[in-house]
């Protein structure tokens, strides 16, 4: 990945092209895990992917390219959130429902969903995409200590949740 992150940097446009491609899949469930409109996350990661060919100069380590990238995309992600709670919402009715197939497991997708934004981005960040507490930490622009303490607190919200769901 360090070789088409320098390819790219040198402004081959097949290069950053072949690097976003293989971020597609982390990007979609990062902004998945903030956004629940699939239009809302394609703009969210088309923005992302421009500000990243604009931008990436800027990348001080190509080792940390991922993280800035997620960085980036959660960015934008509360930029949709934000622009979203100050439209006025006219009654409409959706052409087609909005379904996913996205997750095979229903009961973790909607466990998870039901943490709050701040425990569910950390539990995502670090389950889902990998990431260390000190990357997650960088990507939020928390301390790590909050981090650890909001992951904790995300897992004992899982459990319990997952648990009533194997009593019921």
Known sequence: MEELISQARNGDPDAFTALMESQMQNMYKAARSVLCNDEDIADAISDTILVCWEKLSQLKEARYFRTWMTRILL?????????????????????????DDGFENS??????????????????LYYIEGFKTSEISQILDIPE????????????QLAGLLQLKVVN
């Open 75 to 99: 960015n934008k992600c509360n930029d949709i959130l934000r622009k979203r709670k100050q439209m006025v919402w006219m009654d409409e009715i959706p052409e087609t429902p909005d379904v």
């Open 107 to 124: 009961e973790w997708k909607e466990a998870l969903n039901s943490l709050a934004e701040n425990f569910r981005l950390v539990v995502m």
């Open 145 to 156: 200590g909050t981090v650890r303490s909001r992951l904790a607190r995300g897992r004992e």
